[in-house]
């Protein structure tokens, strides 16, 4: 049987994953589980490269000083888990379209203000494509007063999401006639990129934000997108979020949650109501 360990460039021992997962459960709310073990490993192992560290006790050591406090950014940056695609969960964009834009739409007397939390939104994806669901239903919805609020822990995806620009394997997945209606094609070769054009750029703001802290916003906020992030939380941090997130909706407000996440024993402040799905609930009188 292969010993992982003996083929390590660094030795990390229990102490050192005890102490660097305490610490990203301090900074970040993110429970990291025995299994994400090499997952730590790896990701940090290039922090230590990058600082001529030759171990993680020097490492714990830096982050724990004045000097490593900059450094703390790029360790939270390093262990966040950042999985996305356009479009992922399809069934949560068809139901924003028909539960809210579509309503909108219908009643002349709606308003045409909208707003829309992203809360983890990693490279961007998730938000282009609450913009691309936008675009293609509301046919006047330039018009419109939309605002995407994109937020994520990680500075570095979140730089990569401004910019708006993705790879061939990225787009793949889209039919033609949503590439082609929504991204501009620059470059060539290994150069190409696909970037989504400026007008649904322009409906999109990104900002850092730590979950675990106070939330800026005032709200209301017509939908909520926080999808394949609680599941790094414990029950604790969970019910602390939703708590903080429940006064920015009003009754009827959507939260999207990822496939494998729950609001149960956590809050009674939305209804399921569909896969993934709730309804913020009136509130008790």
Known sequence: MLDTAR????EFTDADFNSLRRLVREVAGISLAD???ELVYSRLARRLRHLGLTSFASYREFLASEAGQAELREFTNAVT???TAFFRERHHFDYLR???LVPRMADPLSSRRIRIWCSAVSTGEEAYSVAMTVAETVPDWRRWDIRILATDLDT???AAAESGAYTLDRV???PRWQIDRHFVRQGHGEGLRYVVKPELQRMISFRQLNLTHPLPMRGPLDAIFCRNVIIYFDKETQRDLFQRMAPLQRPGDLLFLGHSESLFKV???WTLIGKTVYRRNEEPC
Request: proline share 0%.
């Open 7 to 10: 083929l390590r460039e660094f």
């Open 35 to 37: 299994c994400k073990r």
């Open 81 to 83: 888990t950042n999985l």
């Open 98 to 100: 028909d539960a809210l």
């Open 156 to 158: 570095n995806v979140l």
């Open 172 to 174: 793949r997945q889209l």
């Open 267 to 269: 809050s009674t402040a």
